[in-house]
């Protein structure tokens, strides 16, 4: 079920109304919640709806296990099963096929004849973000980070409460399960808070993502041929505009959807086009998962506690399966690379101090008081933004392309090396891309340092009224988005 269709719509209003009835007790509610929230995911492909349920029932009870387990080996032990239950699942039906393809490869190069039939895998809906947060319950419990959830009832919420289930935030357990611990429904405050984001998350997926600029991305990463350089620009800017509107725009939901059942959900997205170097970046892009990165990949490999060669080696390893986790193509361990390469060299070359280094240090002095300092402060972080821009920018190439030949191509029309490129972009297409772009970054930078719903409280309430009103037609009349959102895939 996607949040941008009237089917949604037509639940989520059933389910407001099931949830706010004031005759129902707390648990009735929590029981409709969870049917709610397989009904949801049944939507894609009911059966999946029995791998859901095993990876719940199995964590739950290991994880009770592991929390009261003392004996280190049978804790371990419990700890593998967890893992393999998981990660067994997870490779199966989304790296299956990538790794029987490789290993076709492999043992053909070495002279073996090895021809199997292509199989058919079929990927379940948010199995990649399920996953990462039973995962992140089990190794909580392992550690004893936090309390086990007392019920199996509020555990299964927790894991498919609909709103962050098939593609995040990626929530750990303090985060959500004990929220279900007491009664909770929306206000009128939160009810309002929470319609608006999800008016501006269906605008940001519906009329900017699907309506303004995946056409042109789409027309200039399925050329076969070399392109002009203006065209793969404005292609690769389009696609990463695309893929901002679409994910954040489902977190936003997400947070709203939410928002309006009385709950609380993590928020994803900080402005990331206006980061100031790539630490910055991956501080405000999918920040819940690049905080489970940190958290459960690279501190428990060493993080930067074990010299500065090992934590390069860390940092690029967390970054390289952080692209593998987006799917099963070598050209996401190439983003992957990408992204671990620049934290590389960010570190290198960024002053060693004591605690927490911003990713841009500036000294503070006296000479901080003047105006024309404060002014040239402000331009060089602007501009080192624009860098930081652009090199993400790159990296999109290789998240976009369906594989190396294409994305070589694009690089080489980017950067004027294709002698035979040819226009495909109509002049409409390039207006577009070109103004949606420079309003997101402007709007990223003005947003920089505080949130959308922080500044519409400070705002008059006609003024929001008025961009509310416009953002609702602008969907309703925005008739093309019936796309799926492009992190379902992962």
């Known amino acids: 079920m996607l949040f941008n269709s009237y089917t949604f719509i037509a639940f989520f209003a059933i389910i ?138 509020d555990f299964s919420l927790y894991v498919t409460f609909f709103p962050h289930l098939v593609a995040g935030p990626i929530v750990r357990p303090p985060q959500l399960a004990t929220q279900f611990l007491t009664p909770k429904q929306g206000t009128r405050t939160t009810i309002m808070k929470g319609l608006f984001l999800i008016s501006m998350g269906l605008f940001m997926k519906v009329v900017l993502a699907d309506g303004m600029l995946s056409s042109s991305a789409d027309m200039v990463f399925n050329t076969p041929s070399s392109v002009l350089p203006i065209d793969a620009w404005l292609g690769v800017l389009a696609f990463s505009g695309q893929i901002f509107f679409d994910f954040a725009g489902y977190s936003t939901c997400a947070v709203g959807a939410a928002m309006c059942l009385g709950f ?60 593998l986790w987006h799917g099963a193509n070598w050209t996401f361990v190439v ?34 008081l003047a105006p024309g300092f404060m002014r040239s402060k402000t331009m060089n972080r602007f501009l080192l933004a624009l860098l930081t821009f652009f090199l993400v920018n790159i990296t999109w190439v290789f998240f976009r392309a369906q594989d190396f030949s294409t994305a070589w191509r694009m690089l080489s029309s980017m950067f004027g090396r294709a002698n035979d490129g040819i226009a495909v972009l109509p002049t409409l297409n390039m207006v577009k891309v070109a103004v949606v772009v420079v309003g997101m970054v402007a709007t990223q930078w003005f947003l920089r340092n505080t949130t959308v719903l922080e500044v519409a409280q400070k705002t008059k309430w006609w003024i929001v009224s008025i961009a509310w009103t416009l953002m609702l037609l602008a969907i309703i009349l925005s008739q093309e988005s019936s796309s799926s959102f492009i992190y379902f895939q992962f």
């Open 264 to 323: 609380w959900l993590p928020q994803n997205f900080r402005s990331p086009y206006a980061a100031i170097g790539f630490s910055d970046f991956w501080r405000r892009w999918h920040i819940t998962l690049s905080s489970w990165l940190r958290d459960y990949l690279y501190i428990p490999l060493g993080g930067n506690r074990k010299g500065e060669l090992r934590t390069y080696v860390n940092l690029m390893t967390t970054m390289l399966l952080g692209g």
């Open 16 to 153: 407001m109304i099931l949830h706010h009835l004031p005759f129902f007790k707390w648990t009735t509610k929590k029981v409709i919640l969870l049917i709610a929230s397989y009904i949801f995911y049944a939507a894609w492909n009911p059966p999946f709806i029995l791998l859901l349920w095993l990876s719940t029932v199995v964590d739950y009870f290991v994880g009770k296990a592991l929390y009261k387990q003392e004996n280190k080996r049978k804790k371990n032990l419990l700890l593998v099963i967890s893992l393999i239950g998981n990660l067994g699942m997870l490779c199966f039906f989304k790296y299956g096929g990538f790794l029987l393809e490789n290993f076709t490869v492999l043992v053909n190069a070495i002279g073996i004849n090895f021809h199997p039939a292509k199989p058919n895998i079929i990927l379940p809906a948010g199995i990649s973000f399920y996953t990462f947060t039973t995962l992140c319950y089990t190794i909580d419990m392992y550690k004893k980070h936090s309390e086990p959830v007392k019920s199996m009832l």
């Open 335 to 368: 983003w992957g690379g990408l992204h671990g390469t620049y934290l590389c060299v960010e570190r290198l070359f960024r002053p060693k101090k004591v605690g927490e280094i911003d990713p841009i240090p500036i000294p503070v002095t006296t000479a901080s």
